[in-house]
C-alpha cells in the first residue's frame, strides 16, 4: 500500500512560530519538535503542513547555525512528506552541539518517533474534550 506524500508549506510568519508556544513540545537529543494542528478556522489550505526551523545564536556563529538549518532542512524534506499530517504545523528547533554533530541516521530516527508521540498526545487529549 502506497502512501501518498503530503505537501509541505514553509511557515514564514513570527506570529506562526509564536502560535506554536501552545502546542506540543517534544524533546529529542538532537533537537526540539514542536507541533500543533491548526484550527478549522484557519484560512490556511487545510490539506497541508507547515514547518519552521529556528537555530539560536546559541548554536555557534552563522557558519554553524547554517549548517545545522541545513540538516534541519534535510530532515524535513526526508521524514514529514510521509510522516506529518494534514493540517498540522510544525517547528524544529536546533540544539548546542547536538543538531550538526549527531549522525543524520539518528536524527531521522528522532524524527519519526517525535511526530509518532506528538500525533498519539494529540488524539489522547482530543479524547478527553
Known sequence: ???KKLLLEKLTKHADYVEM???HKIPTSGFV???????SDSVINPNVARYGLTCSKRIGNA??????KRRLRSLVTNVL???ALEGWDYVLI???N??????????KKELSAALTKIHDRSDSELEKC
Open 1 to 3: 500500500m502506497d502512501k
Open 21 to 23: 508556544r501552545k502546542g
Open 33 to 39: 519538535l514542536q507541533g500543533k494542528l491548526r484550527t
Open 63 to 68: 557558519v554553524r547555525r547554517n549548517r545545522a
Open 81 to 83: 512528506p510521509g510522516s
Open 94 to 96: 536546533g540544539k548546542v
Open 98 to 107: 547536538s543538531t550538526e554533530n549527531l549522525p543524520f541516521v539518528i536524527l
